[in-house]
């Protein structure tokens, strides 16, 4: 298992559907462990009862059947079938809700889900979804990627309701994009980054008002390491312990800016 | 999900390590080879996959390697492929010998007179080498860089075309870091005798690893042509390392370029620093979340971006502050 995600952990992330099936018939019996430690791409089925869509995830699946956070029911539809109880349904039909309203205001667009299940220990869990399309054909406003998506999975596990509630969210970020154009080429990026956060918190706040907050903040804190990266570009000696600038990083010690070379041009 | 698979035949296995060996990011192949020998459980059937797909992975990633005997290094490409697993370094006129599963050169032996290009042509060949010598020298920390001659080796003098190639391959891998990384450029020299010109085309490709807590890889690739006059052997070289100077310099800036515009303007079409209202979301006011809804409801402002709106005027009472 550790060697099968050593080689997770190196091959393209672009190609991560790729490696998991080949891990998946090389280690038939670790299956459902692969599974569950590999996140692959998001994927989206449509709801007809509310006519919009929600994303597929293994905590609103059973058998081969999805349930939308929209109309609770199952796709395809599926006998006996486990559901929410009332009292978390509620919950988890606000949590939609406010998380539509939070991801049109962070992503412009996308499409989120989050689901609730009961757990074992007297809590629940809670997992919340975001997926955005943000190439020029999807929706990204601006224009600025021939292909680019983003992808969070975010589950929180609550423990038992108390005075002060644990909460422990472990988020995971995959992300593509690629630029193209004439004088530059193309350019790609694509990972995954996970990360994890815990808070006991005041259960008298609420848990969404809990549990959205320590999502903003775990959101603001993976997106910011992409910007930090960025913004170090120009102090190639500085280190960068910032995921997505050491890719950066890499590069420009292959290569140092050659600002400081002066620039021959043929004698003519 | 749980069907009974069919065991997989070992051709099937090894087409399947090949796939696992040849996506190995720079550097990276024993890494991959050791992970992959556990899964596998089948020394035969890694051997094999293993003997296929490191002599591909290493002429694509052009490793560099040294030669036994003070000859300096060698790159593995396939410009310098001969029979077998012999590769000229015509910069030493010597020919390795590699072991490529083991990557190491364990041979050299002197190129034969057939293997080289005539002096005519070899003229061209050196006089670009001590160039592009220069050059990597200056730019790369660590590159490295071979001119090979790869149509027109039995040109004899003037009247003929001939086609040199100029590789540089650089490679920085920091394991214990958990980063690796690569550049490559390959630039094609086509020397047109007839209209007295010198043609370039090059492919420059760069990728990068980041593999602590997650799989970041970027990969980035460019390619360009230009042209410069046919000159005596000095001249053509000097000429030639200056435009590929020149087109490298460029792509260099303009990959510093992708990179700074990641934060602002790449990275927002796919997530926002800050939401739309430029301040946090307002999670405290969920309750009164749930009323506006109930009054956008009533109101009949049931459409969305409405009720967007009617949010975005509601902000400033929540008081929430502005973090930019």
Same mark, same amino acid.
């Given at each position: /298992?550790?060697a099968?995600?050593?080689?997770m952990?190196? /091959?393209?992330?672009?190609?991560?559907?790729t490696?998991?099936?080949a891990?998946?018939?090389?280690?038939?019996?670790?299956?459902?462990?692969?599974?569950?430690?590999?996140?692959?791409?998001? &994927? %989206?089925?449509?709801?007809d009862?509310?006519?919009?869509?929600?994303?597929?995830?293994?905590?609103?699946?059973?058998?081969?059947?999805?349930?939308?956070?929209?109309?609770?029911?199952?796709?395809?539809?599926?006998?006996?079938?486990?559901?929410?109880?009332?009292?978390?349904?509620?919950?988890?039909?606000?949590?939609?809700?406010?998380?539509?309203v939070?991801?049109?205001?962070?992503?412009?667009?996308?499409?989120?889900?989050?689901?609730?299940?009961?757990?074992?220990?007297?809590?629940?869990?809670?997992?919340?979804?975001?997926?955005?399309?943000?190439?020029?054909?999807? &929706?990204?406003r601006?224009?600025?990627?021939?292909?680019?998506?983003?992808?969070?999975?975010?589950?929180?596990? %609550?423990?038992?309701?108390?005075?002060?509630?644990?909460?422990?969210?472990?988020?995971? %970020?995959?992300?593509?994009?690629?630029?193209?154009?004439?004088?530059?080429?193309?350019?790609?990026?694509s990972?995954?980054?996970?990360? &994890?956060?815990?808070?006991?918190?005041?259960?008298?706040?609420?848990?969404?008002?809990? /549990?959205?907050?320590?999502?903003?903040?775990?959101?603001?804190?993976?997106?910011?390491?992409?910007? &930090?990266?960025?913004?170090?570009?120009?102090?190639?000696?500085?280190?960068?312990h910032?995921?997505?600038?050491?890719?950066?990083?890499? %590069?420009?010690?292959?290569?140092?800016?050659?600002?400081?070379?002066?620039?021959?041009?043929?004698?003519? | 999900?749980?069907?009974?698979?069919?065991?997989?035949s !070992?051709?099937?296995?090894?087409?399947?390590?090949?796939w696992?060996?040849?996506?190995?990011?720079?550097?990276?192949?024993?890494?991959?080879?050791? !992970?992959?020998?556990?899964?596998?459980?089948?020394?035969?059937?890694?051997?094999?996959? #293993?003997?296929?797909? +490191?002599?591909?992975?290493?002429?694509?990633?052009?490793?560099?390697?040294?030669? @036994?005997?003070?000859?300096?290094?060698?790159?593995?490409?396939?410009?310098?492929?001969?029979?077998?697993?012999?590769?000229?370094? @015509?910069?030493?006129?010597? $020919?390795?010998?590699?072991?490529?599963?083991?990557?190491?050169?364990?041979?050299?032996?002197?190129?034969t007179?057939e293997?080289?290009?005539?002096?005519?042509?070899?003229?061209?060949?050196c006089?670009?080498?001590?160039?592009?010598l220069?050059?990597?020298?200056?730019?790369?920390?660590?590159?490295?860089?071979?001119?090979?001659?790869?149509?027109?080796?039995?040109?004899?003098?003037?009247?003929?075309d +001939?086609?040199? $190639?100029?590789?540089?391959?650089?490679a920085?891998?920091?394991?214990?870091?958990?980063?690796?990384?690569?550049?490559?450029?390959?630039?094609?020299?086509?020397?047109?005798?007839?209209?007295?010109?010198?043609?370039l085309?090059?492919?420059?490709?760069?990728?990068a690893?980041?593999f602590?807590?997650?799989? $970041?890889?970027?990969?980035?690739?460019?390619?360009?042509?230009?042209?410069?006059?046919?000159?005596?052997?000095?001249?053509? #070289?000097?000429?030639?390392?200056?435009?590929?100077?020149?087109?490298?310099?460029?792509?260099l800036?303009?990959?510093?370029?992708?990179?700074?515009?990641?934060? !602002?303007?790449?990275?927002?079409?796919?997530?926002?620093?800050?939401?739309?209202?430029?301040?946090?979301? @307002?999670?405290?006011?969920?309750?009164? +979340?749930?009323?506006?809804?109930?009054?956008?409801?009533?109101?009949?402002?049931?459409?969305?971006?409405?009720?967007?709106?009617?949010? #975005?005027?509601?902000?400033?009472?929540?008081?929430?502050?502005?973090v930019?």
């Amino acid at each position: /298992m550790e060697a099968a995600m050593g080689l997770m952990r190196r /091959m393209p992330p672009r190609h991560s559907e790729t490696a998991l099936s080949a891990l998946l018939s090389l280690l038939p019996h670790n299956s459902s462990d692969l599974l569950s430690q590999v996140d692959l791409p998001l &994927q %989206v089925l449509s709801d007809d009862d509310s006519g919009k869509r929600f994303i597929l995830c293994e905590y609103n699946r059973d058998a081969d059947s999805y349930r939308s956070p929209w109309s609770n029911k199952y796709h395809p539809r599926l006998e006996d079938a486990p559901y929410p109880s009332s009292k978390l349904r509620q919950l988890e039909i606000e949590a939609n809700d406010i998380f539509t309203v939070y991801c049109d205001q962070y992503y412009e667009g996308g499409i989120s889900s989050v689901y609730m299940w009961e757990d074992d220990n007297e809590g629940f869990v809670a997992c919340f979804l975001v997926k955005k399309d943000g190439s020029k054909t999807g &929706q990204g406003r601006r224009g600025y990627l021939e292909e680019g998506t983003w992808d969070a999975i975010h589950v929180i596990e %609550v423990g038992p309701e108390e005075e002060t509630t644990r909460y422990c969210l472990t988020s995971t %970020v995959m992300l593509s994009l690629t630029t193209d154009d004439v004088s530059s080429g193309t350019f790609s990026l694509s990972g995954s980054i996970r990360r &994890q956060m815990n808070m006991n918190l005041p259960v008298a706040d609420g848990h969404l008002c809990n /549990m959205g907050k320590m999502i903003e903040e775990m959101e603001g804190k993976l997106r910011n390491s992409l910007d &930090q990266a960025c913004l170090l570009l120009s102090s190639l000696e500085l280190p960068l312990h910032v995921y997505f600038g050491k890719t950066r990083e890499m %590069v420009c010690t292959l290569r140092p800016p050659s600002e400081v070379l002066p620039m021959r041009l043929p004698d003519s | 999900m749980a069907e009974e698979e069919t065991e997989l035949s !070992d051709k099937q296995k090894k087409e399947i390590a090949k796939w696992f060996l040849l996506n190995a990011p720079a550097g990276e192949i024993q890494y991959v080879a050791k !992970d992959l020998k556990f899964v596998l459980n089948n020394d035969d059937v890694y051997d094999e996959a #293993a003997s296929e797909a +490191f002599p591909v992975y290493n002429k694509s990633h052009m490793i560099c390697l040294e030669m @036994p005997g003070r000859f300096g290094d060698v790159l593995v490409t396939s410009y310098g492929e001969l029979q077998g697993n012999e590769y000229l370094d @015509p910069k030493t006129a010597q $020919v390795a010998i590699v072991d490529h599963v083991k990557q190491v050169c364990t041979e050299v032996r002197p190129a034969t007179d057939e293997e080289l290009s005539t002096p005519y042509v070899e003229e061209y060949r050196c006089a670009l080498e001590a160039e592009m010598l220069k050059y990597v020298g200056e730019a790369y920390p660590k590159g490295s860089c071979s001119v090979y001659c790869i149509n027109g080796k039995d040109v004899e003098g003037p009247g003929y075309d +001939f086609e040199l $190639v100029a590789v540089i391959s650089a490679a920085r891998l920091s394991p214990q870091n958990f980063c690796t990384g690569s550049w490559q450029s390959i630039w094609n020299i086509e020397c047109k005798d007839d209209i007295q010109v010198l043609e370039l085309k090059g492919k420059l490709q760069v990728g990068a690893h980041y593999f602590e807590e997650g799989n $970041v890889q970027l990969d980035a690739k460019h390619e360009c042509r230009d042209s410069t006059m046919f000159q005596s052997p000095d001249d053509s #070289a000097i000429a030639i390392a200056s435009l590929i100077r020149h087109h490298e310099t460029e792509y260099l800036a303009s990959l510093e370029a992708s990179y700074l515009n990641l934060p !602002d303007a790449t990275f927002k079409d796919l997530r926002r620093k800050l939401p739309v209202t430029r301040t946090l979301f @307002p999670w405290h006011s969920t309750s009164q +979340f749930n009323l506006t809804r109930e009054i956008s409801k009533e109101l009949g402002i049931g459409n969305f971006e409405s009720l967007q709106l009617f949010f #975005a005027c509601l902000y400033p009472l929540f008081g929430v502050q502005v973090v930019e």
